[in-house]
């Protein structure tokens, strides 16, 4: 789920060489225009029949997320709430994605909301990115406390946050925010990182 980005065409499209700057103690990449969709179901046998529409079953687990490939490619299905959860998918899929979701649904009681436009999505990783992150997020991020397939809310250095743990043993990480606020998590992350690109990993 990636897309080319280019100065000026995404929230952080003009940061994109500060942030290259960072490598190789922490590495960012913006994943910029994925499809987001906010998804609330609370009926079982909906949600049931939403997993095979999207080729990925909705995350049962608390604080967790789901990945896996579908008519629409790669997606990743986060549990928000007991009824929430946010489909992440590649971009310019939402209509489809969406007309898929509410033929699943059916006549049952739910919604489907395209929210694409309302976060960027950071992919990070590196050596020293826990280290960066436990600078401004109350979350334990050791791979004990937090494996692969977490997804939580919370606040990085007062910026509300999805976070996903996309890969605990390879210290790769994803960050969704909102896209008024990027510019400033952007800023934060390099300030955090300064003391780690000076130092071996």
Known sequence: MTAETTSGSSPLGAWTARLAELAPAVRVTERPFLTQLTLRVRDAQAQAAIGPALGVELPSTPCSFTRGTGPHGELEVLWLGPDEYLV?????????????????????????????????????????????????????????????????????????????????????????????????????????????RMVPA
């Open 88 to 196: 992440l998918a590649r971009p310019g899929v939402q209509q489809s994605l969406e007309d898929a979701i509410r033929a699943a649904l059916g006549d049952a009681a739910g919604a489907v909301v395209d929210v694409s436009a309302q976060r960027t999505t950071l992919a990070l990783s590196g050596p020293r990115v826990r280290d960066v992150l436990a600078h401004g997020c109350a979350i334990d991020l050791h791979p004990s406390a937090a494996p692969t397939g977490t997804c939580v809310q919370t606040l990085l250095a007062q910026a509300g946050i999805v976070l996903l743990v996309s890969d605990a043993g390879r210290d790769e990480f994803t960050l969704l925010v909102r896209s008024s606020f990027a510019s400033y998590l952007a800023a934060w992350l390099i300030d955090a990182s300064v003391e780690y």
